[in-house]
C-alpha cells in the first residue's frame, strides 16, 4: 500500500504565496514520478509540475516562472514539495499529489488552493 497525504492548502489573497506538501509513504520501491495536478470545478485534472528521480522537471506553462517543485532529498526522496507565488484566481482549484511507481499511479486525498482577487 502506498499512502500519499499533502498539507499546505488554504486562502490566500492574489499575489501571495502558499507551499504545498506531499509525503509518501508505505511500500515504495522505484518511485519514478512526483508531482502535482490539478482540478477546478467542472474541468478535467491537469498537470501542474512533475519532478523525475534523476531531477527533470516539467511545469505546465500557466505556472512556469510562477511555481517550483521540489523533493527531499534528505528523506529518500518520499516527500515532494510545490512551492507556489505571485498567485492568481485562476490557480483555484484542488490540488493532488501523485506518485508513479511501476506503471501504477497513486493519489494523495487533495488540498484545496483558493486565491481571492
Request: hydrophobic letters at 35%; proline letters at 2%.
Amino acid at each position: 500500500q502506498v499512502q500519499l497525504v499533502e498539507s499546505g492548502g488554504g486562502l490566500v489573497q492574489a499575489g501571495g504565496s502558499l507551499r504545498l506538501s506531499c509525503a509518501a509513504s508505505g511500500s515504495l520501491f522505484r518511485i519514478n514520478v512526483m508531482g502535482w495536478y490539478r482540478q477546478a470545478p467542472g474541468n478535467q485534472r491537469d498537470l501542474v509540475a512533475t519532478m523525475t528521480n534523476s531531477g527533470n522537471t516539467n511545469y505546465a506553462d500557466s505556472v512556469k516562472g510562477r511555481f517550483t517543485i521540489s523533493r527531499d532529498n534528505a528523506n529518500a526522496k518520499n516527500t515532494v514539495y510545490l512551492q507556489m507565488n505571485n498567485l492568481k484566481p485562476e490557480d483555484t482549484a484542488v490540488y493532488y499529489c501523485d506518485l508513479k511507481m511501476f506503471g501504477n499511479d497513486y493519489w494523495g486525498q487533495g488540498t484545496q488552493v483558493t486565491v481571492s482577487s
